[in-house]
């Protein structure tokens, strides 16, 4: 499984963007996807998680009820909505992937996830 994010950008204090992450080599279907975050001098952090099924979970502090993931598989293609963003939501967004059974599970842990893109910057602005 390879992974491409895109979608990142400057943008405003309040504003929004919308990532992809896009898969090749595997069906997308087969993966749960996390999303994660690294601002400059912090760890890697985990944004939420959406399963196989489309559920989404294991927000991030601050997240929940500002971003939000979907999928389509069809197009082998995961989004993460971003909306009130502020100027902490700075980082390098990265996508990951691996292989579960269940339709339901989301692993909560960097360490979960085999396949990782290479990451897309978002600057908020204040």
């Known amino acids: 499984l390879q992974l491409v994010e895109s979608g990142g950008d400057l943008v405003q204090s309040g504003g929004s963007l919308r990532l992809s992450c896009t898969a090749s080599?595997?069906?997308?279907?087969?993966?749960?996807i996390g999303w994660f975050r690294q601002a400059p001098g912090k760890s890697r952090e985990m944004v939420l998680c959406i399963n196989r099924s489309g559920g989404v979970s294991n927000y991030g502090d601050g997240v929940k009820g500002r971003f939000t993931s979907s999928r389509d598989d069809a197009k082998n293609t995961v989004y993460l909505q971003m909306n009130s963003l502020q100027p902490g939501d700075t980082a390098v967004y990265y996508c990951a992937g691996d292989q579960y059974f269940s339709t339901t599970y989301c692993p909560a842990a960097v360490g979960a996830f085999g396949s990782w893109g290479q990451g897309t910057q978002v600057t908020v602005s204040s």
């Open positions: 080599g595997s069906s997308l279907d087969q993966y749960p």
